[in-house]
């Protein structure tokens, strides 16, 4: 039996009631496929900050570091200032662990709806791949004269050519591994110059170890457009942290909605634990009533199976998925553990 | 009769087309309101830079400083490096002429059809306050060690208390003359920490002046989904240069396509010619065959008219289209002419 050891940070808001169900059906997937999963479940989030100040303590990330991989429910309260527990907690997980490659499926499963007229599922069916330790997350910049009127505020966007290139390469590996074999870089070229060069070049430099695999470049801003009425134009999309941000949500939203939408924050050096967690957020308007849809938590725990190479578990969850997502259309409304039931259930079968 | 001095900037692939079109209508529709257009078309583009290597001289800089107003049509060639012409000539005369409200409207007209399912002219009226003079669109940033394994590329995002603290002001105004009175705030301030909270304070200093309007925050992610999935919860949106470049295209996908999406270069205090551009590019792949749709650069039209405070002709122009785009449902394709010489009929007639 492989023995997995697995740190599970719920979170704030809806995040420990979505990954409830997470953990429940990573439990039942577990026999069959001979794993058993050492869980420590880490508390924190806006409460531990509020009882103790802490956000991410040393200690704790240096047990992180110990684990195989991280499953994250969601982090923010309106209780803490904006941006406070986000850049303490999660963009600091994925810098110091190295988490370079965002992996953020866009994929219209059959049952799920979107809200697109006319598309179905054979229309989306994407893999963006998000940098996620650079560009303007890099937390540069500064502020002077804060409060008169002669106040400047920066924010600096910091890309170099071995963040880029790595994930670049990576994003060629996914796109080589596909059956359309086809990349497309999502920048601002016109604007951003010096990044987008930058991306531009590695994008060409790179595609020659991959001369199988079709290169495509697209703004950010037309990519947003089709990513509406043209999504069948996308394959593999490659873009920097915050172009990313923005447009798997647009992603998440034709896709039949961020109740569906998972990701996976991938060291794919190994150095350090990987973390999965649903693209939503922590929803603080509908947390602790059960309306949650736990589906993205369990979708990123396929994510998880496979980041392990347990791809006969992660097929066997990602299809008690599909089943669940069919079934799901003509049933009424279910709480989150009720669906998280449903697909363990299915799982276990 | 009032004389007004129009600068006319076709510029590339499907600009000349659609820009024919604007003017025809703005003929049309001159007698009525007792206007005279004193026309000057300025040859800037692809074009001229392959013949002569200019993008924007300083003499036409100069020229066009001394208009009422200019209408563009879109610039860029895939015959010319990436960002060339849209820098040199789009940027600049946006950043010379200080054109800090980017005004665009996201507004589903009767007789245009959303892509999204179940969506109607109700659900869709926003109006989108883009600043135009700053953030990442400064320019500043560079790049060392190009070319090497340890090239570093930057891009600054430059934002000031007094370029920030107009354009929210400008946008309270429009906020205060809607019916709905509601102004959000799109940004990613739990991310660009300094610029973020300089957007903050501003909206909360400024919005002391504007007891009426409500205020709200969206990060700019969440924002897009909210584009696809609830388009009810904005009214008039104030953003940066930089997200308000993407989330009007997501605007203008939504809100029936990128062939009706107007906007408005705005410099508020009148120090320089404001500039009226459909939202669409260049299109150089449909360039030459009649097929652009005009109505963008018609709606742009009515925008320049509001501007110069001729309501009665804008009003004129906006039902022509409205009408227009109610029989287009029914008719079979029309080409570029064929749409502007319908509408401009209307507005003659
Ligand atoms: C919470 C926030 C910092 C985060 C991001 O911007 O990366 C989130 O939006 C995401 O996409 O995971
Ligand atoms: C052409 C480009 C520089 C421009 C911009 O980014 O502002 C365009 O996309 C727009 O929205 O007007």
Same mark, same amino acid.
């Given at each position: 039996?492989?023995?997995? +050891?697995?740190?599970?940070?719920?979170?704030?808001?809806?995040?420990?009631?979505?990954?409830?169900?997470?953990?429940?059906?990573?439990?039942?997937?577990?026999?069959?496929?001979?794993?058993?999963?050492?869980?420590?479940?880490?508390?924190?989030?806006?409460? +531990?900050?509020?009882?103790?100040?802490?956000?991410?303590?040393? =200690?704790?990330?240096?047990?992180l570091?110990?684990?195989?991989?991280?499953?994250?429910?969601?982090?923010g309260?309106?209780?803490?200032?904006?941006?406070?527990?986000?850049?303490?907690?999660?963009?600091?997980?994925?810098?110091?662990?190295?988490?370079?490659?965002?992996?953020?499926?866009?994929?219209?499963?059959?049952?799920a709806? =979107?809200?697109?007229?006319?598309?179905?599922?054979?229309?989306?069916?994407?893999?963006?791949?998000?940098?996620?330790?650079?560009?303007?997350?890099?937390?540069?910049?500064?502020?002077?004269?804060?409060?008169?009127?002669?106040?400047?505020?920066?924010?600096?966007?910091?890309?170099?050519?071995?963040?880029?290139?790595?994930?670049?390469?990576?994003?060629?590996?996914?796109?080589?591994?596909?059956?359309?074999?086809?990349?497309?870089?999502?920048?601002?070229?016109?604007?951003?110059?010096?990044?987008?060069?930058?991306?531009?070049?590695?994008?060409? +430099?790179?595609?020659?170890?991959?001369?199988?695999?079709?290169?495509?470049?697209c703004?950010?801003?037309?990519?947003?457009?089709?990513?509406?009425?043209?999504?069948?134009?996308f394959?593999?999309?490659?873009?920097?942290?915050?172009?990313?941000?923005?447009?798997?949500d647009?992603?998440?939203?034709?896709?039949?909605?961020?109740?569906?939408?998972?990701?996976?924050?991938?060291?794919?050096?190994?150095?350090?634990?990987?973390?999965?967690?649903?693209?939503?957020?922590?929803?603080?308007?509908?947390?602790?009533?059960g309306?949650?849809?736990p589906?993205?938590?369990?979708?990123?725990?396929?994510?998880?199976?496979?980041?392990?190479?347990?791809?006969?578990?992660?097929?066997?969850?990602?299809?008690?998925?599909?089943?669940?997502?069919?079934? +799901?259309?003509? =049933?009424?409304?279910?709480?989150?553990?009720?669906?998280?039931?449903?697909?363990?259930?299915?799982?276990?079968?």
């Amino acid at each position: 039996s492989r023995s997995i +050891r697995l740190a599970a940070i719920p979170g704030d808001g809806i995040g420990p009631e979505v990954v409830a169900e997470g953990l429940k059906v990573l439990e039942a997937v577990a026999p069959a496929h001979d794993l058993t999963f050492e869980q420590t479940e880490y508390d924190l989030g806006a409460a +531990r900050y509020h009882r103790t100040g802490e956000v991410l303590p040393d =200690s704790v990330l240096t047990e992180l570091r110990d684990q195989d991989v991280i499953l994250l429910g969601a982090i923010g309260d309106p209780s803490v200032p904006s941006g406070l527990l986000e850049r303490g907690l999660l963009l600091r997980t994925r810098f110091e662990f190295d988490h370079y490659a965002n992996l953020r499926p866009v994929k219209l499963l059959p049952g799920a709806t =979107s809200p697109i007229a006319g598309v179905g599922p054979d229309d989306i069916d994407m893999l963006v791949v998000r940098e996620g330790t650079e560009s303007l997350y890099a937390g540069t910049g500064g502020v002077i004269r804060k409060g008169t009127p002669h106040e400047i505020a920066t924010q600096e966007s910091v890309n170099t050519a071995f963040g880029v290139e790595r994930v670049v390469r990576y994003a060629f590996q996914q796109a080589a591994a596909r059956p359309r074999q086809k990349l497309t870089l999502v920048h601002k070229d016109n604007v951003l110059a010096y990044a987008g060069d930058l991306y531009q070049r590695t994008l060409k +430099r790179v595609g020659e170890e991959f001369p199988q695999v079709e290169t495509d470049y697209c703004h950010v801003d037309a990519a947003t457009m089709y990513f509406v009425n043209q999504p069948r134009r996308f394959d593999v999309i490659v873009t920097d942290n915050l172009f990313g941000d923005i447009i798997t949500d647009i992603g998440a939203a034709v896709a039949g909605g961020i109740g569906l939408a998972a990701s996976g924050n991938v060291n794919p050096d190994g150095t350090a634990p990987s973390m999965f967690e649903p693209v939503h957020g922590s929803a603080p308007d509908i947390a602790g009533q059960g309306k949650a849809d736990p589906t993205a938590t369990i979708l990123s725990v396929v994510m998880l199976l496979d980041h392990l190479g347990e791809t006969a578990a992660a097929r066997r969850v990602e299809s008690a998925v599909a089943e669940d997502l069919v079934e +799901r259309a003509g =049933s009424g409304v279910r709480s989150t553990a009720q669906i998280g039931d449903a697909i363990a259930k299915r799982v276990a079968g």
